[in-house]
C-alpha cells in the first residue's frame, strides 16, 4: 500500500523559511515523478513543483520559482520542499503527489498525501 506522508508545516512569519518532508513507501518510485500542491481556502488545488525521483526534470510555478526548491533523499525515500521568503500569500495545506506522468495537472497524480498546513502571517 502506498503511503505519502508530509511533515514540516506550521506558523511562519513573511520572509522567514520551512522546510517540508514527504515519506514515501508501499513501492519503488524509481519511475515515477514526486511533487508538491497547494490548495488555499476556497481555491482549486495548483501546482508548486515536481521532479522525477532521479532528481531530473526540475519544475516550479512562476509564484514560488527561486524561493523554493525541490529535492529528494533517495536513502530515507523521502522528498522535500524548501520554502524561502515565504508571503502571505503562499498560505495554503500542501500536499505531496507521485505520478508516472508527473505533468502540473493534478488529474495526471496518482498517489497523494493528506496535506500539512502552511500559514504565513504578515
Known amino acids: 500500500q502506498v503511503q505519502l506522508v508530509e511533515s514540516g508545516g506550521g506558523l511562519v512569519q513573511a520572509g522567514g523559511s520551512l522546510r517540508l518532508s514527504c515519506a514515501a513507501s508501499g513501492r519503488t518510485f524509481s519511475s515515477y515523478a514526486m511533487g508538491w500542491f497547494r490548495q488555499a481556502p476556497e481555491k482549486e488545488r495548483e501546482f508548486v513543483a515536481a521532479m522525477r525521483w532521479s532528481g531530473s526534470s526540475k519544475s516550479y510555478a512562476d509564484a514560488v520559482k527561486d524561493r523554493f526548491t525541490i529535492s529528494r533523499d533517495g536513502a530515507k525515500n523521502t522528498v522535500y520542499l524548501q520554502m524561502n521568503s515565504l508571503k502571505p500569500e503562499d498560505t495554503a495545506v500542501y500536499f505531496c503527489?507521485?505520478?508516472?506522468?508527473?505533468?502540473?495537472?493534478?488529474?495526471?497524480?496518482?498517489?497523494w498525501g493528506q496535506g500539512t498546513q502552511v500559514t504565513v502571517s504578515s
Open positions: 503527489a507521485a505520478g508516472q506522468l508527473g505533468t502540473r495537472d493534478m488529474g495526471t497524480w496518482d498517489y
